[in-house]
């Protein structure tokens, strides 16, 4: 058993590295984020991981946009989009308004 896990995790690692590993895509308007978890092997596998970090992401108050699953190389898994928070009238911590 420990040789098939060490092998799927080389592969999910071999496809990420070349830019085709499955990843969840969440959107969130509250905080507005941009979340990417995984990597995965397949759409299969990524579609059913999602319940779960939806169900976190919910239980963390964030309201969820949308949610997508896609073959992408995220270059950083939380993306905070500071120019629309400033345009709701959002302060990050350590500024000042």
């Not at 080389?10 to 830019?19: K, L, P």
């Not at 085709?20 to 905080?31: D, G, M, Q, R």
Request: hydrophobic share 40%.
């Amino acid at each position: 058993m420990e040789m098939t896990d060490n092998l799927k995790e080389m592969f999910i690692s071999f496809v990420d590295t070349i830019g085709v590993a499955v990843w969840v895509e969440i959107v969130t308007e509250s905080p507005i984020c941009t979340y990417y978890f995984g990597p995965f092997s397949s759409i299969g596998e990524a579609s059913i991981a999602k319940t779960g970090y939806r169900e976190d992401l919910e239980s963390e108050s964030a309201t969820i946009v949308s949610m997508v699953v896609k073959r992408c190389k995220p270059q950083n898994l939380t993306i905070f989009d500071e120019s629309l928070a400033t345009s709701h009238g959002l302060v990050l911590s350590g500024q000042t308004s």
